[in-house]
């Protein structure tokens, strides 16, 4: 629901006042008998799941605009207002009494059973943001563009008012080239434009509704659902610990040139290159867990600079009265690199990266498990900089997977540690001991079947080198025809269930990859790519499921080239002549 005022005075001014109230409920339903099913064990359940969202928003919004001859100036003040929330309640219950009868009285374990919702119980979240904000436009001659803007705004996010608070701004002008008198004559030059701008954005999206609060959880003491008896009262505890406390706007600066043209009419394009540098970047930084029981907290500690370019150009190649035949692409290429992380971020053995997964709850630079799939990141490095086992084949020996593994090496100074002495001559001990192929040479790469030394390698930027799409469209007469495709080139994507599910089966039939038909090895076919087939063993061993074998699942084998070509819609079309349609009184048809 939405609604408007709009008052006109004083010749030159408007103000204008919006309100829009958003409310989407939700009820979902699950009831098994109890005689057949798999809920029979439970004497039949019930669940019922109550969803409610609304979000508010209100606008007020003042403008003037004012011609000057040849000057042209407009400006508005405005404020804002939203605020959402979002609620829930469950229930579920078991052992219903009358078979069929689907009613909270028929049933008579509260929270039991298999129902897919959770037990009893429900929350409620509230998120409120305001914004106080002015833009000003001039322009003389539609030749000479300047723009400038100012938002401040405040986040419930945020806990303190001090930091919820973040002033963004922008600036902006534009010079159109072809309207210049010295360029009069050049009449193959239809329009010729130059743009720059530079402005502030702030950003809190990744972080929870209560991401600078100390949160506390509350239960009754004495209390079990089996039994009526009282509960002795009540206690509070403390979850996890929140971010900084005085966490704030991430703030994204960024600088943009640009330059729009046409040409004879017939040739066009706009051609943009920026960089973002995102400062007060939100990041898991280390700290002392002894003192707070943590290993991370999140603050505005981290810098991260993106630089990329943006093009789109067109061209009728074709244009007549009957006939006209337009193509027209766009793309876009962008890289982004950590400027600066919090110290103690990194480790030695890692010359000063880390890994990370996809970020946790917006919180970047969240470390990872040994056996999964991760980023390799560190100060200049991509930010996508995939970091994977290595699969190297076949052992033709013994028909197992082999995985690449770094041989150690000792420096000088970690010849005085008994420690990584040790580690050393461990790790070579166990490659030695290993199946494996290639010699055991300090630094070197050896091939082994033990997956349990396997080590991780970089494999590139999963980012795309240029994305974009194309398109042409074709008019002749009444019939038309047009095409819009969508492409990338470059980049990398990681399938984990395809290193994983395809190969290793549970039950002998089950599904399997058409990439392995006559490429497993056997002991008639040992220069296969992929090791012998191997179904779940009864004596427990490993390599049955990937999952299990971590360096298995998280190897390059899942890993593809991102390059695509899609066709995203075809489109033929015929208009009937205008004339018909006239005289049939039909305004008209295609």
């Known amino acids: ?44 359940t019930m669940g019922r799941n ?12 003042l403008t003037w605009a004012h011609d000057y001859g040849k000057h042209h100036v407009d400006a508005l003040i405005g404020h804002e207002f939203n605020w959402n929330r979002s609620s829930s309640l469950n229930f579920k219950s078991a052992y219903s009494l009358i078979n069929g009868f689907d009613t909270f009285a028929n049933f008579l374990w509260l929270n ?10 429900g929350g409620e979240d509230q998120e409120a943001l305001e914004g106080y904000f002015a833009r000003a436009n001039y322009n003389f001659d539609n030749k000479y563009y300047v723009t400038a803007s100012i938002r401040a705004d405040g986040s419930s996010k945020f806990r303190y008012n001090d930091d919820r608070w973040g002033v963004f701004w922008s600036v902006g002008g534009a010079w159109r080239l072809s309207s210049e008198p010295w360029l009069a004559d050049a009449t193959w030059l239809t329009d010729l434009k130059l743009r720059a701008d530079y402005g502030v954005i702030g950003n809190q999206n990744g972080i929870g509704d209560y991401s600078g609060y100390q949160t506390w959880g509350y239960s009754a003491d004495g209390w079990a659902n ?23 706007w991430e703030k994204k600066k960024t600088v943009d040139v640009g330059l729009d043209f046409r040409l004879w009419d017939r040739f066009y394009g706009t051609l943009d290159w920026y960089q973002t540098n995102t400062t007060d970047m939100i990041w898991a930084a280390p700290i002392s867990f002894a003192m707070s029981n943590t290993e991370t907290l999140g603050q505005n500690t981290a810098e991260m600079r993106t630089r990329g370019f943006e093009l789109e150009l ?33 480790s030695d053995a890692l010359n000063g990266c880390w ?19 991760a980023f390799l990141r560190g100060i200049g490095k991509p930010y996508y900089n995939m970091y994977l086992y290595t699969y190297a084949g076949v052992d033709q020996k013994t028909g197992l997977p082999l995985f690449a593994s770094r041989v150690p090496t000792l420096s000088d100074e970690d010849k005085k540690d008994p420690s990584k002495v040790a580690a050393y001559q ?28 396997a080590d991780k390698f970089e494999y590139g930027d999963a980012t795309p080198d240029f994305m974009g799409g194309f398109s042409t469209s074709f008019r002749y007469k009444n019939l038309d025809f047009a095409a819009t495709f969508a492409f990338q080139i470059g980049g990398l994507f990681e399938s984990a269930s395809y290193a994983n599910g395809f190969y290793f089966t549970q039950n002998i039939g089950g599904a399997l990859s058409s990439d392995m038909f006559g490429n497993t090895w056997t002991p008639e076919n040992t220069k296969a790519y992929f090791p012998m087939q191997i179904y779940g063993n009864p004596n427990g061993a490993t390599y049955t499921n990937g999952a299990t074998i971590g360096s298995w699942m998280y190897t390059n084998m899942g890993v593809f080239s ?29």
């Open 112 to 121: 039991g059973g298999d129902s897919p919702f959770s037990g009893g119980g």
């Open 50 to 61: 109550y969803s409610d969202y609304m979000n508010i928003n209100s606008q007020q919004l």
């Open 355 to 373: 890994t990370a997964d996809a970020d946790a709850w917006g919180i970047a630079g969240t470390t990872t498990s040994a056996n999964s799939s």
């Open 314 to 346: 067109g061209v009728d190649i074709i244009k007549t009265p009957d006939i006209l035949w337009s193509f027209a692409v766009n793309g876009a290429h962008y890289r982004s690199v950590l400027t600066k992380v919090p110290p103690g971020t990194g």
């Open 562 to 590: 991102a390059s695509y070509l899609s066709v995203k819609n075809l489109t033929l079309g015929y208009n009937f002549p205008q004339r018909w349609m006239d005289k049939i009184g039909i305004g008209g048809i295609r």
């Open 1 to 44: 629901m939405s609604g408007y005022v709009e008052a006109k005075f004083l010749k030159d001014f408007t103000f204008r006042a919006n309100i829009a109230v958003d409310e989407t409920f939700a009820m979902r339903e699950r009831y098994a008998n109890k005689e057949t099913g798999a809920s029979q064990a439970y004497g039949g």
């Open 426 to 453: 461990k790790k070579k001990d166990a490659l030695a001991a290993s199946h494996h192929v290639g010699e055991i040479v300090d630094g070197g790469i050896v091939n082994t079947t033990n997956y349990t030394l």
């Open 226 to 248: 089996s039994g009526p008896s009282q509960p002795k009262g009540w206690k509070i505890s403390q979850n996890a610990m929140s971010n900084d406390p005085h966490l704030t």
